[in-house]
């Protein structure tokens, strides 16, 4: 192949290397590069190096295993999980957004209580229950109480459950049972979650033994209604309204009404000759914060065909008593919730009236009661909590209806008789 000089065009010999007319290189020469210092190949190389043990370590952090978490709080916690925070605590009903760190009960030392500890689970945010979406999330909860090293008295705690009868509104409720020489001790709720996590919530029950006044006929002026009304006008001026007061009442009839403004726990009276208490008239309990509840024991309370025999918004509980004669022998109303036992209802329009909205029960026991000759026996119109009200031993005859169940509660009658 003929070649030419890429500089004057002239013929070239074969593998010349210059030009025989112009005697220029025909090869041309590259231009030497730039030389790159020692040092900085080294800077790039750890450069990276550097960019590739931080890819390895992100890549690490991302897959590292989850290490557990602690929580621990009085009355509440606040956790998160994802994009979601939870508020855990320990409340009262009435407020399921307020933790109830401590707790303050009166108890006499040598009787047993029950007291229920509620547990919440809610959204922070919003303050709705969340329990239904956190429960998922959760392996066990349990309850653990750490005892008052000084108290006589232990507290236990019974294993905590949802209890859809009783508080519905509550994640769990946990039964404490104690004594008035039970002290301080403090409840633990442990919440083990699925991931390891651990949270505890923390409650404070302070118990102080109850201080107990007693009023008898026979020491103080109580023969009449007029004079019991007064003595319990001055107790309510004069005895703190946590102290316990315990009246008992003369055998023989008081005529009249009775009003409570605190706790009482009333007590009849039986003479020689086998005569009682008898009440004839109202005895009503005001609209207030009660310390106890108010106890009734053995009175014959007797009505004029137009009155309530106890009407109370706020806890009670007849035991051993006798109504007649009523327009509604007992009239549950407001928040309260009342048990009757060993008493006998006759002759009523209403013998025993539930009309009341709230979400706390005292006891399911209403045992070994008598419902003859009413109008209705009970009347069941509306009750506090869907707990199971028990009638073992108690007897229904001759009322135009036994148990007129108008919200459906849950009863059982198993064990009563109907004649």
């Known amino acids: 192949m003929e070649q030419k000089c890429p500089h004057c065009g002239a013929d070239l010999p074969e593998n010349a290397a210059f030009c025989p007319h112009c005697a220029k290189d025909i090869h041309g020469r590259k231009k030497p590069g730039r030389p790159v210092p020692l040092q900085k190949k080294l800077l790039l190389g750890l450069l990276a190096l550097v960019v590739v043990i931080a890819a390895g370590a992100g890549l690490c952090y991302l897959n590292r295993p989850y290490e557990p978490q602690e929580y621990d709080g009085e009355g509440e916690v606040y956790y998160e999980r994802g994009d979601k925070t939870y508020q855990l605590l320990v409340a009262w009903p009435d ?11 009166q108890g006499a030392p040598d009787e047993q209580y029950r007291w229920p500890s509620r547990w919440y689970v809610n959204d922070a945010l919003t303050g709705t229950d969340a329990w239904e979406e956190f429960e998922p999330l959760v392996e066990k909860v349990t309850v653990e109480v750490v005892q008052d ?11 905590p459950s949802h209890q859809e009868d009783y508080s519905p509104d509550a994640a769990m409720v946990s039964s404490l049972d104690f004594t008035g020489n039970s002290g301080e001790p403090q409840v633990v709720w442990t919440v083990q979650m699925k991931n390891g996590d651990l949270i505890r919530v923390r409650q404070n029950i302070h118990i102080t033994p109850v201080i107990t ?3 008898h006929w026979q020491d103080y002026p109580m023969s009449t209604a007029e004079e019991v009304q007064a003595l319990l006008d001055q107790i309510a001026n004069q005895v703190p309204s946590s102290d316990q007061v315990l009246l008992y ?16 726990d009333l ?5 020689e000759g086998g005569a009682r208490t008898v009440w004839k008239g109202s005895i009503s309990m005001e609209d207030g914060h009660y310390e106890w509840i108010n106890y009734f024991y053995d009175i014959d309370f007797v009505g004029d065909g137009t009155d309530i025999g106890i009407n109370t918004p706020v806890k009670a509980w007849p035991v051993g008593c006798t109504f007649t004669g009523y327009q509604t022998g007992v009239l549950v109303r407001g928040q309260a919730w009342v048990n009757v036992t060993e008493c006998t209802f006759t002759g009523n329009e209403v013998g025993f009236h539930f009309n009341s909205t709230g979400q706390s029960a005292s006891d399911t026991r209403y045992f070994d009661n008598t419902f003859t000759g009413n109008g209705t026996g009970i009347l069941l119109e509306s009750v506090p909590t869907d707990i199971t009200m028990v009638f073992d031993g108690s007897t229904f005859s001759g009322n135009g209806t036994d148990l007129d169940n108008r919200c459906g509660q849950s009863v059982d009658t198993s064990n009563a008789v109907f004649s």
């Open 249 to 264: 009442l003369a055998p023989g009839t008081y005529e009249g009404d009775l009003a409570f403004h605190r706790s009482y």
């Open 267 to 271: 007590y009849g009276s039986t003479d």
């Open 213 to 215: 006044h007693e009023y």
């Open 95 to 105: 407020d399921r957004t307020a933790p109830a760190a401590d707790i303050y009960h």
């Open 149 to 159: 090293e000084n108290a006589a008295d232990e507290l236990t705690a019974g294993e």
